[in-house]
């Protein structure tokens, strides 16, 4: 509780202190964000020590707030304090040339209250309160430049966000009404015994975070709303707020959608998971495809999210899909949410560190930047090499889990289908090494097409921000069974695994030859792909419309809007159109 | 005597401002007095409910043969209680608000005209005192809707007045049908009218016609955009904020102390409501979107959320109902804050239409955050209050098994999101297209009332006792016969069976213990 509360009055102090002039606002900002991470630290320690943590104040509105704090919660409570408190530590030098720098440094810290809220809330009612407050302090970080792209990337994500939260509230609604409660419980059979559809109550929850989550055909918002805001906030919106909807995904199909033993409802979750798997490939090879032919340095890093997050829903579908044989799979995702909230964090922060410089994030003009900013070339690489998977760096760990996780899916189900999506994913991983080689081939190795000679290396302070990036990318790295054993297996004890998948986890075959040849063959397929763009100049004759957005929403939001743009010209006709259209709607499904 | 003081101190004082021609400072002084001192009297209504759950007063001296009479139960207390509270916000705000207008004492003697016979019809007891405060009300607040007496106000106020008589008509219908039935029009707690008759039905319909005109709702709200964006926007806040919710208040009053609601319900009448409130929470959003004009746009939004309201009631679970009382003093609360700050905008920088207002939270950022805060209310977003009445209202189509409504409530919520968000948006990232360099908060006494409605927005979802809520929830339980007591005063409390002889002389004034 006090951990949610420490940022959201802290965001007060900050506000206040800014009054002070900006080092009292810096400070307090810092301050805040250093006391909730110690307050994590502590919490997850005690939590690990014993039983979950809960706690309740019952007289918000009217139904009571409730957090309750479980080994799941309180690991990446202590994540997102530390990146956050990382990105504050940078934000410092970055927003130093923008303007409104109050309003930013308060809506970050209100944003880390609430983003704590979501993952440390003990039912769904206050996991949607915060998920709100989320949304809209978030608003403020990706509105920041005020200009047009921001003002319209901010409206897309925003009104994305509101829809989501509705139909998200609306299974609220079902559960609370059928259930009494909105505690994360098992409740399939309830609500199956109520009356509703399956299929239409995982539409429903894939719907309301699916949107958070970035997950195609949902993510429009993402691409645009990450690149406009400013560098930190964008590592924060991409690292970790959209690992929101993940932990939504997370609740929902491994507790809540889930049955006691012996209701034979299990055939259900297995298919959820297999959509889940489904729902991985595309959002990943979508991603990894886009940020392939992008030029622009945020927006390539803002589908690579996607596309990791791609990875995620798919592990998560895995374990899932498997039940009590899927230790691996949800320790992959798990392991992988780790991973990527820092990787990317450190990505998109280098990203800005590039722009403080250059002013030009552009990859198609920057180049040669080596020479002048090695420093930054060999952070980079470090966290290329994170993304990418090399061994002895972060991703290496969840990738190779995920993968274990499908080939033995594929073992179990035998099923011809979980081949191509193993091969799919193995694809992917090449496609994420071709896009993020193409970023440090392209800004770092390529021949300059500005002069960039005055252009200086990364300040001090950033050094030793990326320094604490790489130690922590190699400790989780080199040390990834260690990460496993400390971070991922206490979750998964809580659940109904078999033993024999939770020893193997506990030695994980990491540096074996067949698993070390997994990166050899991304970096094969990359090389295949570079060379394919290369021959375009890295420019891919990709049409401009080709984009979920162009081809599905816009023609459907001209087409709602069409009556409202019709009566603007033609006076007082269409409404009665419009009346008759709901009018007969209504009656007919009253009626009928 | 009580009910008389609070309707005739404000009625008096209103005729008399009109009357006396006093200079300024004193009208002022003399107008935020009688209105204090009303909702001050107001508070006093309390101590009848601690005895007993109904009081009814009657009055056989006034207006003989059937005289007056007033019944002070929970929800005619809390109506009167917010009712004044917003008043008096208003009223502090109107005194600078008008300074350049003309015409200043006819509007504040219409206001408290409408005052006084508002309080009249909230706290009525029979179907005929209430017709009559119902009309007053009607006539005085014509006088508040052509008050900038340009061509535009005239017409909105023939409009707003042909309507107005049809409505006052049908319920004069409803109420002598009433009577014909069962040769009574005293309102009890159960309702006394439970007849199928042709005659029955058209009665009830000629109360839906007619408090359902007054509450806007569709397709009887053409008056109602026209209305309220060409008034005074003091006056409109009045007219949105509260006068739309005594039509509410009419219609519950109908529905659970004339008719019997399991009558209702097991008839299917109840169904008229239901699919009216539908097609006005959709409509009215959807026309809202649609207007240009800020306070067009509110005054659709008032439409719809309206609709959210009548929703409540056609549902009659008791739930929705928490929701639906609820959903009343939120939605007077977001919408005059709403009223308030475009009067603030719209006197400060002429201009009238949604897209004019690019950049102005630059100028006024206490005005336009209080905006905000009302907008998100009215959105339905955690934690503002109208999360909550939504959220009542959704579990509640959920008890009565229409999840259709509830679907309803989410899209109406998007579309309110489709329709504020925008001016927010427009008035705080994008660059100024009007020159608004002089352009700053409105007076003090402009902005302390916004900036009180809108912390109170959200006040009454964190707050540990909660007044409103609790409220809601004793006149929902008493609605629906629990005769609950209010939880504060310990357990339930039946309604007490004494009856207290009348006392001869004065005005006859009786205390009756309603059964």
């Known amino acids: ?592 | 005597m009580l009910p008389l003081l609070l309707i005739f101190i404000p009625i008096i004082g209103g005729v008399l401002v009109g009357a006396l021609k006093l200079e300024d400072r004193l009208r002022d002084r003399f107008v935020l007095t009688v209105t204090a001192l009303t909702g001050f009297l107001g508070l006093f209504l309390f101590p009848y409910l601690s005895e007993v759950n109904v009081a009814v007063l009657r009055f056989s001296r006034i207006l003989p043969p059937f005289g007056l009479s007033f019944r002070i139960d929970w929800l005619s207390v809390i109506l009167v209680t917010i009712a004044s509270a917003i008043w008096l916000l208003v009223t502090i705000y109107s005194f600078d608000y008008l300074k350049p207008s003309h015409h200043i004492n006819r509007y504040h003697s219409f206001t408290l005209i409408s005052y006084g016979s508002i309080l009249g019809t909230l706290l009525a007891g029979d179907l005929l005192t209430l017709f009559l405060f119902f009309e007053l009300l009607s006539f005085a607040s014509y006088g508040l809707v052509i008050h900038e007496g340009d061509e535009k106000a005239m017409r909105a106020g023939f409009l707003y007045l042909i309507m107005t008589i049809g409505g006052g008509l049908a319920i004069l219908f409803g109420v002598l049908a009433v009577y014909f039935l069962t040769g009574s029009v005293t309102m009890t707690a159960e309702g006394f009218l439970a007849d199928s008759s042709i005659l029955s039905l058209l009665a009830f319909l000629g109360f839906l016609i007619g408090f359902g005109m007054k509450a806007g709702m569709f397709p009887l709200h053409v008056w109602l955009p026209e209305a309220h964006p060409v008034a005074p926007s003091p006056a409109s806040a009045l007219l949105s904020g509260i006068m739309l919710k005594v039509g509410a208040f009419g219609l519950l009053r109908i529905i659970f102390n004339v008719y019997q609601y399991r009558f209702l319900a097991e008839i299917g009448w109840i169904k008229i409501l239901l699919y009216g409130a539908i097609l006005t929470i959709l409509l009215g959003s959807v026309f809202a979107i649609m207007q240009k004009n800020l306070k067009r746009r509110l005054a659709y939004s008032s439409v719809a959320q309206m609709g959210y309201i009548l929703l409540g009631m056609g549902l009659l679970s008791e739930q929705a109902m928490v929701g639906d009382v609820f959903h009343i003093f939120t939605h007077a609360i977001m919408k005059s804050c709403l009223f308030l700050v475009s009067g603030s905008m719209i006197l400060l920088t002429g201009k009238t239409d949604v897209d004019d207002f690019k950049g102005i939270g630059k100028r006024m950022p206490i005005s336009m955050a209080c905006f905000t805060m009302a907008s998100l209310s009215m959105i339905g977003i955690p934690p503002f209050n109208g999360f909550l009445s939504k959220w009542f209202l959704g579990l509640g189509a959920l008890q009565v098994n229409q999840p259709m409504c509830a679907v309803v409530l989410l899209i109406s919520s998007l579309l309110n999101a489709v329709y504020y968000l925008p001016i927010v948006i427009n008035a705080f990232f994008r660059p100024e297209e009007h020159d608004f360099s002089r352009v700053t908060e409105p007076s003090l006494t402009m902005l302390v009332p916004v900036v009180i409605l809108a912390i109170a927005t959200v006040l009454f979802d964190i707050i540990p006792v909660n007044v409103l809520l609790e409220l809601s929830e004793v006149t929902a339980a008493t609605l629906f016969g629990g005769g609950g007591g209010w939880a504060l005063n310990g357990p339930p409390q039946q309604a007490a069976h004494a009856n207290h002889s009348s006392t001869p002389g004065g005005l006859g004034h009786s205390l009756v213990v309603c059964p």
């Open chain 1, 1 to 592: 509780m006090l951990i949610t509360a420490v940022p959201l009055v802290g965001s007060a102090i900050v506000w206040w202190s800014a009054r002070r002039g900006e080092a009292g606002r810096t400070l307090a900002a810092n301050l805040v964000c250093l006391l909730t991470l110690l307050l994590s630290l502590v919490q997850f320690f005690v939590v690990q020590k014993g039983q979950a943590i809960g706690w309740s104040i019952p007289w918000v509105l009217a139904f009571g707030l409730k957090w309750r704090v479980d080994h799941f919660s309180a690991v990446f409570a202590l994540i997102v304090s530390l990146v956050w408190f990382l990105a504050t530590l940078f934000s410092k030098e970055y927003m130093a040339h923008e303007e409104n720098q109050t309003r930013f440094s308060v809506a970050s810290v209100f944003t880390l209250g609430s983003t704590l809220g979501v993952f440390l809330a003990g039912d769904l009612f206050s996991l949607f309160l915060f998920f709100e407050l989320m949304t809209f302090a978030a608003y403020l970080l990706v509105v920041h430049a005020e200009n047009k792209p921001a003002v319209e990337a901010g409206s897309v994500y925003l009104y994305m966000s509101v829809i989501g939260g509705l139909v998200l509230l609306g299974a609220i609604f079902i559960i609370q009404h059928n259930m009494g409660h909105t505690e994360f419980v098992p409740m399939l059979d309830g609500l199956l015994a109520a009356g509703y559809n399956p299929w239409l109550l995982l539409g429903v929850v894939i719907a309301g975070f699916g949107v958070k989550a970035g997950m195609v055909p949902l993510h429009i918002w993402l691409p645009q709303a990450h690149p406009v805001a400013p560098a930190p906030a964008s590592a924060l919106l991409s690292a970790l707020m959209i690992k929101t909807g993940a932990y939504g995904f997370f609740r929902f199909l491994t507790v809540v959608f889930t049955s006691p033993q012996g209701s034979g409802l299990f055939y259900l979750q297995e298919s959820f998971g297999y959509v889940f798997i489904w729902i991985g490939t595309i959002t990943m090879l979508g991603g990894a495809l886009m940020a392939l032919v992008h030029s622009p340095m945020k927006r390539v890093l803002a589908y690579s999210s996607i596309s990791q997050m791609g990875y995620i829903l798919f592990s998560l579908g895995t374990g899932v899909m498997l039940g009590q044989d899927g230790a691996v799979g949800l320790a992959g995702a798990w392991l992988h949410m780790i991973n990527h909230a820092f990787y990317k964090s450190f990505l998109f922060m280098l990203a800005g560190a590039i722009y403080l410089r250059t002013d030009e994030l552009d990859l198609n003009k920057l180049g040669g930047l080596v020479r002048f900013m090695p420093k930054a070339f060999l952070f980079f690489l470090i966290a290329a090499a994170g993304i990418t998977g090399v061994p002895g760096f972060n991703g290496y760990g969840s990738k190779v889990l995920i993968h274990e996780a499908i080939l033995h899916a594929y073992h179990l189900k035998g099923w011809e289908s979980l081949l191509w999506l193993e091969r799919a994913f193995v694809f992917t991983g090449g496609l994420t090494a071709a896009y993020i080689s193409k970023i440090w081939l392209q800004a770092f190795l390529a021949k300059p097409k500005a002069d960039y000679s005055q252009v200086k290396d990364i300040s001090r302070s950033q050094v030793g921000i990326f320094t604490v990036y790489s130690v922590i990318l190699l400790c989780l790295g080199v040390g990834a069974q260690g990460a496993i054993n400390k971070l991922v297996l206490p979750v998964l004890v809580g659940f109904d695994l078999k033993a024999a998948d939770l020893a193997h986890l506990q030695h994980v075959p990491f540096w074996t030859g067949h698993e070390l040849m997994g990166p050899v063959t991304s970096y094969g397929i990359a090389l295949t792909v570079l060379a394919v763009l290369a021959l375009f100049r890295f420019k891919p004759p990709v049409p401009s419309w080709l984009s979920v957005e162009k081809i599905v929403y816009r023609p459907l939001c001209s087409l709602l809007s069409r009556p409202l743009r019709q009566q603007e010209r033609t006076g007082f006709g269409f409404d009665l159109v419009i009346v008759g259209v709901i009018f007969f709607a209504v009656l007919a499904f009253f009626f009928l």
